[in-house]
């Protein structure tokens, strides 16, 4: 009778096949959303960090533009490399408010203020454009 009572006591302990393919299902499911979470926040992370650095350089070039007078801006626009991988492009056209927008405008005489794109680029899919108006008063 006692060997019997050890035999009992060993089947509770262990496990069935069927227990154990539904326990690694289970996980499986578990372990494949955490890593497309993982997935997810990496690619939030670079595209905060891509924007920061962007951001960085536009308003770098934006502070050298706010420095000079109306009509020495021009000579900034243009294309630059403020780091590897990033391309800076400088543009500068005249413009003039219709109604509630902003469009280009005919020079003279509508020449009082400058419409300023400073457009921050890395690699094809990550694009920062930064726009400032400067008047002439």
């Known amino acids: 009778m006692s060997l019997n009572i050890k035999f009992l006591s ?3 302990k262990s496990f069935t096949l069927i227990e154990l393919i539904l326990s690694i299902v289970i996980l ?3 372990v494949s959303g955490l890593l497309k979470l993982l ?3 990496t690619q939030s992370i670079a595209l905060s960090e891509n924007t920061a650095t ?3 350089y536009a308003q770098e070039m934006m502070e050298k533009i ?3 007078s109306f ?3 021009d000579g900034l626009s243009g ?4 780091a590897p991988g990033h391309q800076r492009t400088v543009s500068i056209e005249f413009a003039e408010l219709n109604g509630s927008i902003w469009e280009p405008a005919a020079c003279p005489p509508n020449c009082d203020y400058k419409k300023i794109t400073v457009s921050i680029t890395k690699s094809p899919s990550f ?3 930064l726009v400032t108006l400067i008047s002439d008063y």
């Not at 294309?79 to 403020?82: C, I, L, R, V």
Request: net charge negative; glycine share 4%; hydrophobic share 30%.
């Open 10 to 12: 060993l089947q509770k």
């Open 28 to 30: 499986g499911v578990a």
């Open 39 to 41: 997935s997810e926040v």
């Open 54 to 56: 962007a951001t960085f």
């Open 66 to 68: 706010k420095s000079k």
């Open 71 to 73: 009509s020495e801006v």
């Open 79 to 82: 294309t630059d490399s403020p």
């Open 127 to 129: 694009t920062l454009d």
